[in-house]
């Protein structure tokens, strides 16, 4: 039977996005996780891959066109098929690209000899008491094999909506809350909380609606992520008095902070949920935002969900006490482990006057924020900077092959950004094509999104260089562990007024009031020599000191 190809969720509070191109026209043929079309929201630009292998048979939304998440866009007709039987068709469609990856953009899926990627689990079939859906662990990334189920959001005979976060991963690359493909009631958990699975494992099973019949026939090996049976026509029943508000871990974190009551906070996400845009307004003005209609609404999702008491604060660990490793925290700790163990370390200070970057930046930041709707920083200026020096020096921006040297084409600059619950880098690709501007805008975007579970799992990957800033915390300089596979990383000190001995042009001293940052350079010894660092370095620290860049 045709696949149905929807508009994906980008994001939690993601409802709508707009074609901005199709990059197949009908008739061609398309291969599973060969881009199909490029999409626009108000967070991401994206391509998003077919979920199938076959033809692409219709397209049902012309580009400029936007349309709600899970609209169907398009339809891909089979290739080469078993010979199954195609269920009768319904008005209700299978969710393809959608929603399991919910905080980050449609992944691009690893094959598997199981999976039947984009098609409806072979058990799965249309009516209103049909059996249950297979909920799998979705794949976050193309080197993303497996993850953990941190938390689940919803237990055993619990009713879910379409779209309603069910249950709370980690991987390597990303924490995401994942949401429901279908409307129903999770009759079977089949993984418990802290467990590690392979992507495409059946970890859950949605019934076909409330009241359905509970039997299940049996699972298929494997499903895709983003792939769900047809939903069942009898509509969910609505959220029962003692459930908990629905919100993510960032929103409860921020009302305890806070010490919010989240019954008090007016959602505007699906069904009652409370966002994050929700609870800053509560906070700083207490109005409620403009509600966000959720696309195709189940019967039960048009009832105003009834208010619910707040979750309970999570406990602060006690002195003394042994708490498990985060998922992330875990990966972290293995990653540096392994970095020191691969690369022999060596770090050089450099001391850098930002006299003249201060004064241009106090000169032009109000002016240039009204012009380019966004903050000037320090940061923009350093890794332009490093970008320069590393054009001069691409050793600096290599990484060890076996017993070869890996000269990378392009200049991708990861920036470190530390979250409440970890560490991420988002990488800003192809640095050396962007000018001054662009850089900016994508320092602050990626920093944004990182804090805010929004990043695709390739804004997290294929860095050569990273620059990690911990001289906000008030350090002087640290000796920052280099992030495997590249030759180098560059610790960003605190700035600071220091005395410093200056000579005029006339060669006369004098003692005088300047800032100062220390940079700090770790390099792998194996390819990077010590004069490498170095020359690396004193370009840097040039070209900062002498700024003439026009900053846009």
């Not at 940052?517 to 660092?533: K, M, N, P, S, W």
Request: glycine letters at 8%; aromatic letters at 4%; one cysteine or more.
């Amino acid at each position: 039977m045709p696949t149905d190809v929807v508009m994906p969720q980008m994001g939690e509070s993601i409802t709508e996005g707009t074609i901005t191109k199709w990059l197949k026209k009908p008739g061609d043929s398309v291969q599973r996780d060969e881009p199909l079309f490029e999409i626009s929201t108000d967070k991401v630009d994206a391509e998003i891959p077919s979920p199938a292998a076959g033809t692409l048979e219709e397209i049902k939304v012309a580009e400029g066109t936007t349309v709600q998440i899970n609209t169907v866009v398009c339809t891909i007709a089979e290739g080469a098929s078993s010979g199954a039987a195609a269920p009768t068709p319904t008005p209700a469609k299978a969710e393809t690209a959608a929603a399991p990856a919910a905080d980050t953009a449609t992944p691009a899926a690893v094959d598997t000899p199981a999976a039947t990627q984009g098609n409806p689990p072979a058990s799965a079939s249309p009516g209103a008491a049909g059996p249950g859906t297979d909920i799998v662990m979705p794949q976050m990334g193309e080197s993303i094999t497996e993850g953990t189920i941190t938390k689940w959001l919803k237990k055993v005979g619990d009713t879910v909506q379409r779209d309603e976060p069910i249950f709370e991963i980690s991987t390597d690359k990303v924490d995401a809350e994942i949401p429901s493909p279908v409307a129903g009631v999770l009759t079977e958990i089949k993984v418990t909380e802290g467990t590690t699975v392979q992507i495409n494992t059946v970890v859950a099973v949605i019934g076909g609606g409330a009241g359905a019949p509970a039997a299940k026939p049996a699972a298929p090996a494997a499903a895709a992520p983003a792939a769900s049976a047809p939903a069942a026509s009898a509509p969910a029943a609505s959220a029962s008095e003692g459930e908990k508000v629905r919100s993510s871990p960032l929103v409860r974190k921020i009302a305890k902070d806070n010490n919010v009551d989240l019954t008090q906070v007016p959602g505007s996400g699906a069904a009652g949920r409370v966002t994050k845009s929700d609870i800053v307004g509560h906070l700083e003005g207490g109005a409620k935002p403009a509600a966000v209609a959720p696309a195709a609404p189940s019967p039960a999702a048009s009832a105003p969900a009834p208010a619910r008491p707040a979750a309970p604060a999570a406990a602060q660990p006690l002195p003394g006490e042994v708490v498990p490793m985060t998922r992330m925290r875990a990966i972290i700790a293995q990653r540096m482990v392994e970095s020191k163990r691969t690369s022999p370390h060596v770090h050089t200070v450099f001391k850098v006057d930002m006299t003249r970057i201060v004064k241009l930046r106090e000169k032009e930041k109000n002016k240039y924020e009204q012009r380019n709707g966004v903050k000037l920083t320090y940061m923009p200026f350093i890794t332009r900077a490093a970008i320069v020096a590393l054009k001069k020096h691409p050793i600096v921006n290599a990484a060890v092959q076996g017993e070869a040297i890996l000269y990378n084409k392009s200049i991708n600059i990861g920036i470190a950004v530390a979250l409440e619950w970890g560490l991420i880098v988002p990488v800003i690709k192809q640095t050396e094509e962007k000018n001054f501007l662009g850089i900016t805008r994508s320092i602050v975007d990626l920093a944004d999104r990182a804090r805010n579970k929004k990043l695709a799992p390739d804004e997290v990957s294929g860095g050569t260089f990273t620059l990690t800033n911990s001289g906000i915390f008030g350090e002087q300089f640290g000796t920052p562990i280099i992030a495997q596979p590249q030759a180098a990383i560059l610790g960003i000190g605190g700035l600071n007024k220091e005395a410093e001995v200056v000579t005029d042009k006339d060669g006369q001293e004098s003692i005088a009031i300047r800032s100062i940052q220390r940079f700090t350079l770790g390099f792998d010894h194996r390819i990077v020599d010590g004069a490498d660092a170095g020359k690396f370095m004193s370009d840097f620290k040039a070209y900062l000191e002498n700024w003439t860049e026009d900053i846009g």
